[in-house]
């Protein structure tokens, strides 16, 4: 696997391989870059932002509260496109739990007010 | 009439900050929004990765913004104005506004801090050539239909530019179900964040191409596709390698601009940041002006933003109680690598002072030198640097003898 590390703005092109069960990675110029190339070959994480609509209009950005799996974002975008919220939240409120099985929850970043 | 102490013009995080921090210092503070909500750009921008310096932890935009509003809110020796547009200000500080709720409101201000942040160059400041059919956006146009209002603005999408913006926008418009087909930069570099070219453009298979440019933009009533074309050393493009990409919205990420119209026949504009020279305390020419933010200068972490706004907000206030002190000036030019540098005034004294800085290109591995009086007062050794991310230095004041210069050893 080719990737960036974003540890710094520097961004050295690492690569990232298996060998013999143990995960190389190459191109870097210092530690914290191995442990990203590490992190992001085996299991990469992003916390996932988009916004909830409202049962009767308006939206209302969101979060996952934690990083989820990188695999599992599209999943996430897509529950949440289909999800529809019928009662007013607050900012740091959970909109809705264990979003496409991930185990993390979706909370609002903004308050809503329903209509 | 009404009188202030402080008057804050911009409710974003600049003026935010700034109104918090002339609070602290005992100033009757009034800040004056012309949106129906405090926080300004922020509240478009959903996506997380601010406060990580500020707040230690890594927040929305929303997110952030809510950490100052309720403050503000909070705060009842600050007075806030919404929905209230500010139509002038007068070189002895009165403050003519409109607003639904007040009418025509006269404001006296002892001082004032400019925060009005910046605004998007547009189709018209860039000379696209072609049709000017529907579908032609600035990608914060775009960003604030889809997140405040929630309306997709186009299906097909390419991007010009790969400014923050437009990366952040590319993964946006692509979440909500977009096709993005190809951001374009017609420089070498990205002025972007590493981490929103992987996050925004790798992450989602988006490609990226450096040296290249929209050319022609064609469609009647909607636009249906652009043409590209790769640009020579001198950024112009070579035509015989144009090609034609169907789309139906392009998106525009090509400069900030300081919204300075309110006060551009008044005080003195850089023509590089195209915001006001100030000095440390971030005073304009104009004395008991302040300015701070985008307004300033364009700033690429919100962080550095409430950083700076809080010395222009302290400062603020102390004019107003009379306690800013004042003294002999220093100029600080930039050369040899520096664009520019910020503030563009020290005044002599004590303390220590961050010198802001952008260079000309990449360079990596070079020492960032300051001189005053001819001696050399500062180095940094420094690994890499970009136009994209903005620098400073620190320097102690009590090493200054004379004008101020920085610049790159060996360039
Ligand atoms: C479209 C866009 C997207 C951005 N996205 C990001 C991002 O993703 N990440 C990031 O770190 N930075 C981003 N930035 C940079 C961001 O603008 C700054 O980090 C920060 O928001 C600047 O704060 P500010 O208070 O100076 O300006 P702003 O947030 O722009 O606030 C200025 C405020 O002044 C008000 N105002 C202006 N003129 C008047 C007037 N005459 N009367 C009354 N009120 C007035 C405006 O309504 C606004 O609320 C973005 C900038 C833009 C333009
Ligand atoms: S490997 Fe180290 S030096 Fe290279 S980009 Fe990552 S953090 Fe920076």
């Known amino acids: 696997m080719n990737t960036v590390c974003i540890m710094c703005p520097i961004g050295c092109a690492l690569s990232v391989t298996e060998e013999s069960g143990k995960i190389v990675v190459t191109g870097n110029s210092c530690l914290r870059g191995q442990k990203y190339g590490e992190s992001e070959f085996v299991c990469p994480k992003r916390v996932v932002t988009t916004l909830i609509k409202g049962e009767k209009g308006g939206v209302v950005s969101v979060k996952t509260a934690e990083p989820v799996e990188k695999k599992l974002v599209k999943e996430v975008l897509k529950e949440a496109a289909a999800f529809r919220l019928s009662s007013s939240v607050r900012a740091g409120e959970i909109v809705l739990e264990n979003v496409a099985g991930s185990g993390v929850a979706l909370v609002a970043t903004a308050d809503y007010d329903a209509k | ?411």
């Open chain 2, 1 to 411: 009439m009404k009188n202030f102490d402080v008057v804050v013009i911009g409710g974003g995080p600049a003026g935010l900050a700034a109104a918090l921090s002339a609070r602290k210092k005992g100033a009757s503070v009034a800040v004056l929004e012309r949106d129906d909500k405090l926080g300004g750009i922020l509240n478009q921008c959903i996506h997380s990765g601010f406060g990580l310096h500020y707040f230690g932890e890594e927040l929305t935009g929303p997110e952030y913004a809510k950490r100052f509003r309720d403050a503000v809110l909070q705060d009842s020796g600050i007075s806030v104005f919404l929905e209230t547009m500010v139509l002038s200000l007068s070189k002895d500080k009165i403050i003519c506004a409109l607003s639904p709720a007040e009418g025509l409101l006269e404001i006296q201000a002892k001082a004032v801090v400019l925060a009005m942040g910046c605004r998007e160059r547009s189709a018209g400041a860039i000379a696209l050539a072609g049709e000017r059919p529907a579908g032609i956006y600035t990608a914060g146009a775009a960003q604030r239909l889809c997140n405040i209002d929630g309306c997709l603005v186009g299906k097909e999408v390419v991007i010009l530019g790969s400014g923050d913006i437009g990366l952040i926008m590319a993964r946006r418009m692509t979440s909500e179900g977009a096709k993005v087909k190809l951001v374009m930069e017609i420089m070498p570099f990205s002025s972007g964040l590493k981490r929103n070219i992987v996050q925004c453009l790798n992450d989602f298979d988006i490609p990226l191409r450096y040296s290249t440019t929209v050319t022609r933009a064609e469609g009647k009533d909607r636009l249906t596709g652009v043409y590209i074309a790769p640009v020579d050393e001198k950024l112009a493009p070579i035509l015989e390698k144009e090609e034609f990409i169907p789309c139906d919205t392009l998106l525009l990420s090509v400069g900030l601009i300081p919204e300075n119209d309110l006060v551009s026949d008044m005080i003195e504009l850089s023509p590089i940041t195209k915001g006001a020279v100030v000095d440390e305390r971030r005073e304009t020419s104009l004395e008991g002006v302040f300015s701070a933010g985008n307004v300033l200068h364009v700033h690429d972490l919100v962080d550095n933003v409430s950083e700076e706004a809080a010395i222009a907000g302290e400062s603020a206030a102390l004019y107003a109680l009379g306690k800013l002190p004042r003294g002999e000036k220093y100029a600080v030019t930039p050369s040899r690598g520096v664009r520019y540098a910020l503030p563009q005034r020290i005044q002599a004294g004590e303390g220590k002072v961050r010198v802001y800085f952008r260079v000309d290109q990449v360079y990596r591995g070079k020492t960032v030198a300051v001189a005053s009086g001819g001696e050399i007062v500062k180095r940094k050794k420094t690994a890499v640097m970009a136009p994209g991310e903005m620098q400073y230095i620190e320097i102690d004041k009590t090493a200054l003898t004379g004008d101020v210069s920085i610049y790159l050893e060996e360039v």
